[in-house]
């Protein structure tokens, strides 16, 4: 039950995501709601293809593919309705995506690494947190490449690193706590709050700048 209520969470908050960075590419929307359903599942395809899960789970659980074009679709006639305001408001709406793109992230890497226990992986804490990260950036380096920008994971704020944090929290706390309920939402609360903090105060990783040389 507690990898459905993640899944939901991580598909719907990916999907919005996906669709406002679509819309403000001038996508049309096929456009959007496919960038949405992409950012949503890419993640996991990655995640599948690498244990070997064939085919990967977004496959055969159709329900989740309908629930990221239909979240793709309202936002998408959301923005639509209000694109009069969509200036006025666009800070706002950065941030709303900010966080529900944290959302995602966290709910995917929590997803990820509790894959590695149900697989049987769970001696192996390097796969389980990788499995984790992969599963929550994979979906938005699909996004950024599809709207032809450079993958934010890469260049801005935390973000890979709020996963892989998030991710080893609750991997030592699954090996200890039987508790799913209780460890996803410590680690999820920990890669939101990261996220959040590092999009606020712009914290960023140390990067080289060769302008001017």
């Known amino acids: 039950m507690i990898l459905l209520i993640l899944e939901i969470i991580g598909t719907i908050s990916f999907a919005i995501s996906g669709a406002v960075v679509a819309i403000k590419a001038k996508f049309d929307i096929f456009g959007v709601t496919f960038v949405g359903v992409i950012t949503a599942m890419g993640g996991g395809i990655v995640r599948d293809i690498i244990i070997g899960r064939y085919p990967p789970a977004v496959f055969s659980n159709f329900y989740i593919f309908l629930i990221a074009v239909i979240t793709s679709i309202i936002v998408f006639i959301i923005i639509y309705k209000n694109k009069s305001h969509f200036s006025m408001f666009e800070g706002i709406i950065e941030y709303i995506n900010n966080f529900f793109d944290a959302v995602g992230l966290a709910a995917f ?64 706390l699954r090996m200890n706590i039987d508790n799913l309920a209780v460890i996803s939402t410590i680690s999820m609360v920990l890669v939101v709050a990261i996220r959040m903090l590092a999009a606020k105060y712009h914290w960023s990783l140390p990067k080289i700048n060769l302008d001017g040389e």
Do not use: C, Q, W
């Open 109 to 172: 890497s929590v997803m990820g690494t509790e894959v590695a226990f149900i697989f049987g992986f769970s001696d192996n804490m390097f796969l389980a947190v990788t499995l984790g990260v992969l599963t929550g950036i994979g979906g938005g380096i699909f996004r950024d490449i599809l709207t032809d920008t450079t993958p934010y994971v890469f260049k801005k704020h935390i973000y890979a690193i709020a996963s892989i944090l998030g991710s080893s929290l609750y991997y030592l």
